[in-house]
């Protein structure tokens, strides 16, 4: 049994007054820069990202300058974060393909987006909604665990289920911002190991924070 849209809305306008300023914490200039970054954030921390794309972002500024270089000269600037290799390998399949099918130049479109190596769903939805303005949610492992926790969710769902469900109970004009308050909730207050349950003004309504609750773990 999952929350109601009235419930749920009333419980993402408490997170809405916690975050009221939240918004992508990446750095970037534009959408190309936008999409890299996202591509490079998988498994590894925002802050993560920005301390390799300050260097990246400034080497190179094009798809064409991605495609100059030996694929190592890329892993040379974020062999710092998680699967760079990879990471690298798949930025020049990207650069590759906007030049090929795209004109060098970032799709508006959730079809197109998908279609570039490195890109899968959560990507494409955080490009959309940051880049272009599209209403969006992109459920990356903050909004999932925030989802399930405050049952707005079933914690059997995937993350496509996670991103349905929220559509669902939440209008699409508050798409995109609750997606950025979501992540800030679960980064900065409800954090997987150690959420703020003592001072959480939704610890009522939260499963884990009940759990918590009875087993002694909230002071």
């Known amino acids: 049994m999952t929350t109601s849209k009235k419930k749920t809305m009333e419980m993402i306008d408490v997170i809405a007054e916690m ?20 591509l ?20 190179f500024k094009t ?22 290799r990879n990471k690298a390998k798949n930025i020049q399949k990207l ?3 906007l030049i090929e099918k795209f004109n060098g130049e970032i799709p508006n479109n959730y079809d197109d987006l998908i279609s570039l190596a490195g890109v899968g769903r959560k990507t494409a939805n955080v490009v959309l909604s940051v880049a272009f303005d599209t209403p969006r949610i992109a459920v990356d492992t903050h909004v999932e665990r925030i989802s399930k926790r405050l049952g707005i969710a079933r914690y059997k769902d995937s993350p496509l289920e996670v991103e349905e469900t929220l559509m669902r109970k939440i209008p699409p004009e508050r798409w995109s911002k609750t997606h950025h308050q979501l992540i800030f909730f679960g980064r900065y207050h409800c954090l997987a190991r150690a959420p703020k349950c003592h001072e959480c003004p939704l610890l009522e309504e939260c499963r884990e924070g009940q759990k918590r609750l009875k087993k002694g773990l909230v002071k």
């Open 63 to 84: 798809p064409e300058d991605y495609l100059a270089v030996d694929v190592e000269v890329i892993e040379s600037y974020i062999k710092t974060i998680g699967l760079y």
């Open 95 to 97: 650069c590759r393909d």
């Open 40 to 59: 490079l954030s998988a498994q590894t921390t925002d802050i993560g990202v920005n301390r390799v794309t300050k260097g990246l972002f400034e080497r």
């Open 19 to 38: 975050f009221p300023e939240a918004e992508a914490e990446l750095n970037y200039t534009n959408p190309f820069e936008l999409t890299i970054a996202v």
